[in-house]
């Protein structure tokens, strides 16, 4: 564990260990939901959920990097401490789901500020230290970058779909990826939410505690804004209406192609025996070995395992991506066509 | 395959196996790997763990396989199912074959097989008998494919070495017993990654999914200094290299780029990928539980071995990968296309009856260009 100042642990809620801090503090939850003082930091915590279901970050009262009065650091750490039991009392995982993401954002801001931080080197060593403890990632300071190996920096990266974070398009020199301040925290974001997630969702749930009913029971409303209902069209993506074409016409799809195809009618609720007479004009075709391909693919055969259709990302490695402007930045196939409602 | 064939393949490749042992190269930490093997006209054989080059000698000889794998990761448990193997790591390969650098000279020395009624024709969509598109194709390749597939395994080993920091000892380069190459690294911050962060070192090494702005190039008011310099490292270097040819091409170059806009850039970058990108199969290198062509095995697809290349310039597969016999043997041979093997010149022919070396025999029954007479 790392060691913490007052500044850190404001900055950095979820680094503490939540139940030592408030013990250490010589507060009990009871507390917080009777004494009228205290329960104002209820409110304080239920408003913190609330911006970050919102999609916005949490804006605190740290004044820069600093806590700016002396009641600032309990208040910060407490609201972050008791959002996280309404949100165990609300049972709502969107809503952690929210929270988690729009925290990270919020420790995400302090992190780049420490990592370009070039006056105080401990503050650049402790981002650089937290970097690696949570996240694996080994960062080192290069001039106005900061360089990690490829290997660390793929692991992150292949979670983005922008280009820009496609390997091909940064700053590669032997053996390691440089990026910016910026750019080094925004790699871990999505870690950073989940390293937070597991956190919540991990913590024990405490009995109901009275004074904190009520805002539970808001969040427990609140969450049903957030439930959503798709439809679909019912159309094919035009990778996969290529392929059928391609197949309908005789000529060789490859094996890529036929795994993608098949995988994407098996989810599509098709049958083994539908989808197979699809593959009969294939130049090699065999219906002995399409159809243990196909149960293959579907798991009833082999190991059990159900294939399941490739990303977009992957197609397009594959030259199996031709994406038209319906796709809107479906990162799947089986997305296509299906809206929001 | 008729039976014939495929006694006559089985004894050719039994011998090679038993005279030649010492070069098929039992890999390193033999006893975590997965083998595999097929024979002729049949399924593959796979999940088999092998402790020791006397017990991989034993599968040879009881099984006299067509073709021979080995898995490139290394597992827990290379015998069990695939779920159960308990995968560790896998070195990193990569495979370029000749059939996907679209050369001009493919039409030339390919052939078409038709499914339905076996007319052999250099027809390319259609059986010039029956009509069928069930045309199975099959290449001889040419002195002209084997240098472009070099060329690209240069460009290859370049990449690796100056941009992923990969020591040249660690770049192993195989002829793939076919028409084409296979590298191996070993020993790299690679080793233990998966198959989406391998299918993104692919996307960086054949120069794919690029967006402008990373040669500098923007939609709205394009700053010149950001365009590549000429002694850069990486692809920004690689790039100047190809599109301005020369420094003191440079500047004007950037004023025709800007000129043309956005998205003729677009386009000039497709043309850089496809012609300085490295084109390697990225389903070779994205598969981390791939059973790869066994060093020193035969290749069923030509009769010829899979071998290290340590001088890859000099190197000479139609010689040097070539380990069967002289004997004479007769068959019946359909072969439109002139191919050398050993420095011997062998066809055309057009289903006639020829007494040819048992490395051609089987070289051309192996293209199903041929059967015993």
């Given at each position: 564990?790392?060691?913490?100042?007052?500044?850190?642990?404001?900055?950095?809620?979820?680094?503490?260990?939540?139940?030592?801090?408030?013990?250490?503090?010589?507060?009990?939850?009871?507390?917080?939901?009777?004494?009228?003082?205290?329960?104002?930091?209820?409110?304080?915590?239920?408003?913190?959920?609330?911006?970050?279901?919102?999609?916005?970050?949490?804006?605190?009262?740290?004044?820069?990097?600093?806590?700016?009065?002396?009641?600032?650091?309990?208040?910060?750490?407490?609201?972050?401490?008791?959002?996280?039991?309404?949100?165990?009392?609300?049972?709502?995982?969107?809503?952690?789901?929210?929270?988690?993401?729009?925290?990270?954002?919020?420790?995400?801001?302090?992190?780049?500020?420490?990592?370009?931080?070039?006056?105080?080197?401990?503050?650049?060593?402790?981002?650089?230290?937290?970097?690696?403890?949570?996240?694996?990632?080994?960062?080192?300071?290069?001039?106005?970058?900061?360089?990690?190996?490829?290997?660390?920096?793929?692991?992150?990266?292949?979670?983005?779909?922008?280009?820009?974070?496609?390997?091909?398009?940064?700053?590669?020199?032997?053996?390691?990826?440089?990026?910016?301040?910026?750019?080094?925290?925004?790699?871990?974001?999505?870690?950073?939410?989940?390293?937070?997630?597991?956190?919540?969702?991990?913590?024990?749930?405490?009995?109901?505690?009275?004074?904190?009913?009520?805002?539970?029971?808001?969040?427990?409303?609140?969450?049903?804004?957030?439930?959503?209902?798709?439809?679909?069209?019912?159309?094919?993506?035009?990778?996969?209406?290529?392929?059928?074409?391609?197949?309908?016409?005789?000529?060789?799809?490859?094996?890529?192609?036929?795994?993608?195809?098949?995988?994407?009618?098996?989810?599509?609720?098709?049958?083994?025996?539908?989808?197979?007479?699809?593959?009969?004009?294939?130049?090699?075709?065999?219906?002995?070995?399409?159809?243990?391909?196909?149960?293959?693919?579907?798991?009833?055969?082999?190991?059990?395992?159900?294939?399941?259709?490739?990303?977009?990302?992957?197609?397009?490695?594959?030259?199996?991506?031709?994406?038209?402007?319906?796709?809107?930045?479906?990162?799947?196939?089986?997305?296509?066509?299906?809206?929001?409602? | 395959?008729?039976?014939?064939?495929?006694?006559?393949?089985?004894?050719?490749?039994?011998?090679?196996?038993?005279?030649?042992?010492?070069?098929?190269?039992?890999?390193?930490?033999?006893?975590?790997?997965?083998?595999?093997?097929?024979?002729?006209?049949?399924?593959?054989?796979?999940?088999?763990?092998?402790?020791?080059?006397?017990?991989?000698?034993?599968?040879?000889?009881?099984?006299?396989?067509?073709?021979?794998?080995?898995?490139?990761?290394?597992?827990?448990?290379?015998?069990?199912?695939?779920?159960?193997?308990?995968?560790?790591?896998?070195?990193?390969?990569?495979?370029?074959?000749?059939?996907?650098?679209?050369?001009?000279?493919?039409?030339?020395h390919?052939v078409?097989i038709?499914?339905?009624?076996?007319?052999i024709?250099k027809?390319?969509?259609?059986?010039?008998?029956?009509?069928?598109?069930?045309?199975?194709?099959k290449?001889l390749?040419?002195?002209?494919?084997?240098?472009?597939?070099?060329?690209?395994?240069?460009?290859?080993?370049?990449?690796?070495?100056?941009?992923?920091?990969?020591?040249?000892?660690?770049?192993?380069?195989?002829?793939?017993?076919?028409?084409?190459?296979?590298?191996?690294?070993?020993?790299?911050?690679?080793?233990?990654?998966?198959?989406?962060?391998?299918?993104?070192?692919?996307?960086?090494?054949?120069?794919?999914?690029?967006?402008?702005?990373?040669?500098?190039?923007?939609?709205?008011?394009?700053?010149?200094?950001?365009?590549?310099?000429?002694?850069?490292?990486?692809?920004?270097?690689?790039?100047?290299?190809?599109?301005?040819?020369?420094?003191?091409?440079?500047?004007?170059?950037?004023?025709?780029?800007?000129?043309?806009?956005?998205?003729?850039?677009?386009?000039?970058?497709?043309?850089?990928?496809?012609?300085?990108?490295?084109?390697?199969?990225?389903?070779?290198?994205?598969?981390?539980?791939?059973?790869?062509?066994?060093?020193?095995?035969?290749?069923?697809?030509?009769?010829?071995?899979?071998?290290?290349?340590?001088?890859?310039?000099?190197?000479?597969?139609?010689?040097?990968?070539?380990?069967?016999?002289?004997?004479?043997?007769?068959i019946i041979a359909n072969s439109p296309i002139q191919f050398?093997?050993?420095?011997?010149?062998f066809g055309p022919y057009i289903n006639e009856?020829v007494?040819v070396?048992?490395?051609a025999a089987?070289y051309m029954i192996?293209k199903k260009l041929a059967r015993?007479?």
């Amino acid at each position: 564990m790392l060691a913490l100042g007052q500044d850190e642990i404001a900055k950095y809620p979820f680094l503490a260990d939540a139940g030592q801090y408030l013990k250490d503090q010589g507060f009990s939850l009871e507390q917080f939901g009777a004494d009228p003082d205290l329960k104002q930091l209820i409110d304080k915590a239920y408003e913190r959920i609330l911006v970050a279901a919102d999609g916005k970050i949490y804006k605190s009262d740290l004044d820069g990097d600093h806590v700016s009065k002396e009641a600032a650091l309990p208040r910060e750490v407490f609201s972050f401490l008791l959002a996280i039991v309404l949100l165990k009392l609300s049972g709502m995982h969107t809503l952690i789901k929210r929270f988690a993401l729009a925290e990270a954002r919020r420790a995400e801001k302090y992190l780049e500020k420490d990592l370009a931080n070039i006056s105080d080197e401990s503050k650049n060593q402790l981002a650089i230290r937290v970097i690696d403890d949570l996240f694996s990632v080994q960062v080192k300071k290069s001039n106005d970058y900061f360089i990690i190996p490829v290997s660390d920096y793929l692991k992150h990266s292949i979670n983005f779909h922008e280009r820009e974070w496609k390997l091909i398009n940064r700053h590669v020199e032997n053996g390691h990826v440089f990026l910016s301040p910026h750019e080094t925290v925004r790699l871990i974001r999505k870690e950073l939410g989940t390293y937070i997630n597991s956190k919540i969702i991990n913590a024990k749930t405490p009995t109901m505690i009275p004074g904190f009913e009520d805002s539970v029971n808001k969040l427990v409303s609140l969450s049903k804004k957030f439930t959503t209902y798709t439809v679909s069209t019912g159309e094919y993506p035009p990778c996969i209406k290529h392929a059928i074409e391609i197949l309908e016409k005789g000529e060789n799809l490859p094996h890529s192609g036929r795994f993608m195809l098949a995988t994407f009618l098996l989810s599509k609720g098709q049958s083994v025996q539908q989808i197979a007479p699809l593959f009969k004009n294939a130049p090699d075709y065999n219906p002995r070995v399409t159809l243990y391909q196909l149960n293959h693919l579907a798991g009833t055969s082999g190991s059990g395992t159900q294939y399941s259709c490739p990303s977009c990302e992957k197609l397009k490695t594959q030259s199996l991506c031709f994406a038209i402007p319906e796709c809107d930045n479906i990162i799947n196939p089986l997305q296509f066509g299906r809206k929001k409602k | 395959m008729q039976e014939a064939d495929i006694q006559f393949l089985e004894e050719s490749f039994k011998k090679y196996y038993f005279n030649h042992f010492d070069l098929i190269t039992v890999p390193e930490r033999t006893s975590e790997r997965e083998f595999g093997f097929q024979k002729f006209n049949s399924g593959m054989t796979r999940h088999i763990s092998i402790k020791s080059d006397k017990e991989l000698h034993l599968m040879f000889m009881q099984n006299i396989p067509s073709d021979v794998y080995c898995s490139n990761a290394y597992y827990t448990f290379p015998n069990l199912p695939m779920n159960e193997k308990d995968w560790k790591e896998a070195d990193l390969i990569f495979d370029i074959d000749a059939k996907d650098l679209n050369l001009s000279c493919r039409g030339n020395h390919t052939v078409s097989i038709c499914n339905d009624c076996n007319e052999i024709s250099k027809a390319s969509t259609q059986c010039i008998n029956c009509n069928s598109t069930k045309l199975e194709k099959k290449s001889l390749p040419c002195k002209n494919c084997i240098d472009a597939s070099k060329t690209e395994v240069l460009k290859l080993t370049e990449v690796l070495i100056d941009d992923l920091a990969i020591t040249k000892e660690n770049i192993h380069v195989y002829f793939s017993g076919n028409e084409g190459f296979h590298v191996y690294v070993y020993n790299s911050q690679f080793q233990k990654i998966g198959s989406r962060e391998r299918s993104e070192l692919t996307d960086y090494i054949s120069l794919r999914g690029t967006i402008p702005e990373t040669f500098g190039m923007k939609k709205f008011k394009p700053n010149r200094a950001s365009f590549p310099d000429f002694d850069e490292k990486g692809w920004r270097g690689r790039f100047s290299k190809q599109v301005f040819g020369s420094k003191s091409k440079r500047s004007k170059i950037i004023t025709e780029l800007i000129t043309n806009g956005y998205s003729s850039f677009q386009k000039t970058l497709e043309d850089v990928s496809e012609s300085i990108g490295v084109k390697i199969d990225p389903n070779v290198t994205m598969d981390i539980h791939r059973i790869f062509r066994l060093p020193g095995s035969i290749n069923s697809k030509s009769g010829l071995a899979k071998i290290q290349c340590n001088n890859l310039s000099n190197f000479d597969p139609y010689i040097e990968a070539s380990f069967l016999s002289d004997d004479t043997v007769e068959i019946i041979a359909n072969s439109p296309i002139q191919f050398s093997l050993k420095n011997k010149k062998f066809g055309p022919y057009i289903n006639e009856k020829v007494a040819v070396p048992t490395f051609a025999a089987v070289y051309m029954i192996c293209k199903k260009l041929a059967r015993i007479a």
